[in-house]
């Protein structure tokens, strides 16, 4: 059964929020991808989070199995889980409480694992790659609502082992040029665009925010 905020809500915006056991059923459907920690996922109406909150938990999941001693392990593909997975929604409202609710996510699993260990660098490199990945946006016409800039989307790679580069791509490019079923191939490169709008230098992945 699909849930709503207000009936106001659902007739302007069409806004309706799809319950657990149907986001479960149908991320099932590609489950071997929710389980790679670096496959990507794109959202177009992510609402507060449903679909991409049990994506990030799944990763999540396959990180603490695999790299529960090494807590620099864990925090590299914990990076690698948050920055492969994007989100547009028509709200500003939801589009801040997915990404609060996402940063709650790797918050809870980090603390879970390391405790007092936790790095204050890697929490606010969550939170900027969050910033740029869940945005407030319309996916129907690739602009912000109020002040009609293109939405712009990083592309995240690690590189070097350590270092983390960033490229930037106007969201409407992607989506016209692309007809895969993820922003981005699975080599780290863009899928079939041109020179992103802006590229960055590495920069080590604890060292975003």
């Known amino acids: 059964m699909s849930q709503v905020k207000s009936?106001?809500?659902?007739?302007?915006?069409?806004?309706?929020?799809?319950?657990?056991?149907?986001?479960n059923a149908m991320l099932d459907l590609v489950k071997h991808e929710t389980?790679?920690?670096?496959?990507?996922?794109?959202?177009?109406?992510?609402?507060?989070?449903?679909?991409?909150?049990?994506?990030l938990r799944r990763k999540l999941?396959?990180?603490?199995?695999?790299?529960?001693?090494?807590?620099i392990e864990w925090e590299r593909n914990g990076i690698l889980a948050i920055s492969s997975i994007y989100g547009v929604d028509i709200l500003e409202d939801n589009a801040i409480e997915c990404r609060d609710r996402l940063f709650s996510l790797i918050y809870k699993?980090?603390?879970?694992?390391?405790?007092?260990?936790?790095?204050?660098?890697?929490?606010?490199?969550?939170?900027?790659?969050?910033?740029?990945?869940?945005?407030?946006?319309?996916?129907?016409?690739?602009?912000?609502?109020?002040?009609?800039?293109p939405i712009v989307f990083s592309e995240w790679s690690i590189v070097l082992g350590e270092k983390i580069?960033?490229?930037?791509?106007?969201?409407?490019?992607?989506?016209?040029?692309?007809?895969?079923?993820?922003?981005?191939?699975?080599?780290?490169?863009?899928?079939?665009i041109d020179e992103p709008v802006k590229e960055f230098p590495p920069i080590h992945y604890l060292k975003l925010g």
């Open 7 to 23: 009936k106001k809500r659902v007739s302007d915006h069409g806004e309706v929020f799809t319950n657990e056991r149907e986001v």
């Open 35 to 55: 389980e790679r920690i670096d496959s990507r996922f794109l959202e177009p109406a992510c609402g507060n989070g449903n679909f991409l909150a049990e994506v």
């Open 61 to 71: 999941d396959v990180v603490n199995t695999r790299y529960p001693k090494s807590q």
């Open 109 to 149: 699993s980090y603390n879970t694992a390391f405790g007092i260990n936790m790095k204050k660098d890697f929490l606010q490199s969550i939170k900027f790659i969050l910033d740029r990945n869940i945005l407030w946006g319309d996916a129907l016409d690739f602009t912000n609502p109020v002040n009609k800039k």
């Open 165 to 192: 580069k960033r490229r930037d791509y106007i969201f409407q490019f992607l989506v016209e040029k692309s007809l895969q079923t993820s922003l981005f191939n699975d080599i780290g490169g863009a899928a079939d």
